[in-house]
């Protein structure tokens, strides 16, 4: 069935470091989406990807989409403890009568030492 | 700034006592859905629905029931509540096709005792 894996699952990471987590589909993806999720606190949407080697940037925040559609990257640059949290990609089911609904890969957790 | 609530926001209760949480969205998107999380693990999705009287079992196994009676309403209903079900539960929502984030709801952790 369809899969998507993210890793690393932890990253501990000085301030001041770059960090980034890594996505990986078992099939071609029409788009893949991120999320971070605050410790205590609920997803947040933080940006879409859908064409081919695509790259978007949020501040120190870079987003890549791999050039075959299968793979992602979300790295962040001089990472903050405002940073601390979970981050998630996710990836749309592409099979059967739950079409369009999201996966969610299992998350990597990143945590900052000042 | 939510445009999609949760309440309660947290809550415990005994063993056998039946629940219902709510999750109200007032952005008029058709889709909405349940997952249950333990604090920092993986999202699991256990209902979801497309629009009115329309709603579907999740990936994971829940012995939980939901209804869709109206656009902006998808209560999940646990009618004998144990340990095992103490978790944190976040609704969602999404305009459509899965080229749309979803909104996530502040989540109600629920403690089972």
């Known amino acids: 069935g369809q899969q998507v894996m993210q890793i690393p699952q932890y990253q501990h990471v000085q301030e001041g470091e770059d960090f980034t987590t890594y996505c990986n589909s078992s099939t071609t993806l029409s788009n893949i989406q991120w999320y971070k999720q605050r410790p205590g606190g609920h997803p947040v949407f933080l940006i879409q990807l859908v064409k081919s080697g695509e790259v978007k940037k949020q501040k120190r925040l870079t987003f890549q989409f791999g050039e075959a559609k299968k793979n992602s990257s979300l790295h962040i640059t001089a990472t903050q403890t405002t940073d601390v949290g979970t981050y998630f990609c996710?990836?749309?089911?592409?099979?059967?009568?739950?079409?369009?609904?999201?996966?969610f890969g299992k998350g990597t957790k990143l945590s900052v030492k000042p | 700034e939510a445009d999609i609530y949760q309440t309660p926001r947290y809550l415990v209760i005994g063993t056998g006592k039946k629940i219902t949480l709510e999750c109200s969205q007032t952005?008029?998107?058709?889709?909405m859905y349940w997952y249950q999380q333990d604090p920092g693990m993986e999202l699991h999705l256990i209902h979801y629905s497309y629009g009115v009287n329309s709603t579907e079992k999740g990936d994971l196994s829940s012995e939980s029931t939901v209804s869709r009676i109206r656009t902006e309403h998808f209560p999940l209903t646990l009618e004998s509540a144990r340990p095992s079900h103490t978790s944190q539960y976040l609704c969602a929502s999404s305009p459509g096709a899965a080229f749309y984030g979803y909104t996530f709801g502040s989540g109600t952790r629920l403690t089972v005792v």
């Open positions: 952005m008029g998107h058709d889709k």
């Open positions: 996710a990836v749309p089911v592409n099979y059967g009568g739950s079409q369009g609904n999201l996966i």
